[in-house]
């Protein structure tokens, strides 16, 4: 049977250069090392430039995906989805910025907003456009600036973010079946949810039709944990029932990097092991719709994620939305 999917050809992610310790934030907000990194475990985050914005961070991951996979972004691309809360300007989206900045005059590109979710909501709306026949080849972009939208005065929040950007090059492969490298390979589905009931329990207090303000990060840390580890437990059994497959099958989970715990509880909810988890909020803190594609990006670039892996990424965030993306890599 020939079935047309997406195949990741490509990845990429870009870093701001200043790192920032958690003793460093410790000078400005009541914390210690010591809270945060067994809380969170998050050692350190990186910081964007003044004049850095998220168009340029997500510029640079989308030339390095759009290098790795040798795709040509002014002949070769059909859409650019990226995935920001933290977006340049109200309009146009960030997208569009790093369309022109790409050289790409083709096409469409555009924004998808669903926080921490928003890689693996932008994903699913770009496999869809593939596999509809729409699309041929685009690129996903995780981008955040959250170091914008953060209270530097509220201890419980402003320790546990970070900036940057990844990307991925999607592009449409025939055929389900067949032998050799790559057979199989691709998407296999992405599961999205949303329950728009918990509010409340993480939020940024202004936007353009309420304060008329970017407002800043709120949320009820426990209550979200609680949520967080059985909704990415449910989501991620959802998709491997989906193809009759069990977390014995995962090569890797590349899950949103939030927090340690949350990464542990869900690994451990699963019964995938530790050494089949990939892991970098240590070093990155949570960057938002910017962290599996980092996670992938650097699993891929030091050769842990190989043809034929099975791929399990999940992410939840503000809504809540939350969702999984099964890829055979
Ligand atoms: N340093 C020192 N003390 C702190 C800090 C800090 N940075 N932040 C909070 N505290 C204090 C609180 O003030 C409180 O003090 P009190 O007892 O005197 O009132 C105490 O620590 C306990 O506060 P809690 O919020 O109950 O601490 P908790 O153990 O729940 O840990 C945390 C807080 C780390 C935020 C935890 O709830 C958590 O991991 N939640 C998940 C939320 C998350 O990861 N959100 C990311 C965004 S959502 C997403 O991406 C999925």
New binding site residues.
């Given amino acids: 049977m020939s079935l047309r999917r997406s195949r990741i050809i490509g990845c990429g992610s870009y870093l701001p250069e200043r790192v920032v310790t958690n003793a460093e934030l410790g000078a400005s907000?009541?914390?210690?090392d010591d809270?945060?990194v067994q809380?969170?475990g998050i050692r350190e985050r990186r910081i964007a430039a003044k004049d850095q914005r998220c168009a340029d961070l997500a510029r640079e991951a989308a030339r390095a995906a759009l290098a790795s996979a040798g795709v040509d972004p002014a002949t070769g691309l059909d859409f650019i989805v990226l995935a920001t809360t933290t977006p340049d300007n109200t309009f146009p989206a960030t997208a569009a910025r790093v369309q022109a900045a790409l050289g790409m005059t083709r096409g469409m590109a555009f924004d998808v907003q669903s926080v921490?979710s928003g890689f693996i909501f932008a994903l699913s709306v770009a496999d869809n456009f593939i596999r509809t026949g729409q699309c041929r080849t685009g690129v996903v972009i995780g981008a955040e600036v959250y170091s914008r939208i953060l209270d530097w005065e509220d201890?419980?929040t402003c320790?546990?973010f970070g900036d940057g950007a990844g990307a991925v090059v999607l592009s449409a492969v025939e055929g389900e079946n067949g032998s050799g490298t790559g057979a199989g390979a691709g998407i296999l589905s992405t599961h999205l949810h949303s329950d728009g009931r918990h509010y409340d329990l993480?939020y940024v207090d202004g936007g353009v039709s309420t304060t008329g303000t970017a407002g800043h990060v709120r949320?009820n840390?426990?209550e979200?944990?609680k949520h967080?580890v059985t909704n990415l437990s449910g989501v991620a059994e959802e998709a491997l029932a989906a193809h009759g497959l069990t977390p014995a099958d995962i090569s890797w989970l590349v899950p949103?990097q939030?927090?340690k715990?949350?990464i542990d509880g869900v690994a451990r909810k699963l019964g995938v092991p530790a050494e089949r988890v990939v892991v970098t909020v240590d070093r990155h803190a949570?960057t938002?719709a910017a962290s599996i594609p980092l996670a992938l990006d650097e699993a891929v670039g030091d050769g842990r994620i190989k043809a034929g892996d099975l791929v399990l990424m999940e992410a939840?965030?503000g809504g809540f939305s939350w969702g999984a993306a099964l890829v055979r890599w």
């Fill in positions: 907000v009541d914390t210690t809270w945060v809380r969170t921490c201890r419980g320790v546990l993480l949320m840390g426990r979200v944990f967080a949103h939030a927090n715990r949350i949570n938002s939840i965030g």
